[in-house]
């Protein structure tokens, strides 16, 4: 059912409770040429990155996503000053795309704007990038 559920298979509640299907456009980060590894959990992009007890299901099954660009440039402004590595790992450049109800799962966003997504195996968001554009701090100063 689940893209990466054989990861996730001996953790409970994965996808969490809270996670309810979706149709809105949301925004990812991903690199210039918009591929499959773009679209990876950050325990396969990467494996030796520690992860957090409580962030084990969404590290290990899910895709970081965003409800606003605004918030999602803030977010990358943030982490590239708190990790110099993050923009290499996570994406230099933000896309939006719709999320459809058959697509997956979401957890409700946080404040900055921030939930994760759980996609089902026949999840496909490459093609469907639209406004691919480097990110650019500019406009949340």
């Known amino acids: ?18 996670a309810r299907t979706v149709s809105m456009t949301a925004y990812r980060f991903v690199f210039q040429i918009v591929e499959e590894r ?14 957090k007890p409580q962030d084990c299901c969404a590290g290990k099954a899910a ?8 918030k999602a440039t803030k977010f990358h402004f943030e982490m590239t000053k708190k990790y110099k590595n993050f923009a290499k790992l ?8 719709t999320i459809k109800t058959d697509d997956g799962l979401a957890t409700p966003s946080r404040d900055d704007g921030h939930f994760s997504f759980f ?15 480097e990110v650019s701090y500019v406009d949340i100063q």
């Open 38 to 51: 773009s679209f990876l959990p950050v325990a396969r992009v990467s494996p030796s990155r520690p992860l």
């Open 119 to 133: 996609e089902y195996k026949q999840c496909d968001f490459c093609p469907r990038c639209v406004n691919v554009k």
């Open 63 to 70: 895709l970081s996503m965003f409800d606003c660009r605004k």
């Open 90 to 97: 996570s994406g230099t450049h933000l896309a939006e795309f």
């Open 1 to 18: 059912m689940f893209k990466y559920e054989e990861d996730v298979k001996d953790l409970e509640e994965c996808p969490p409770a809270s």
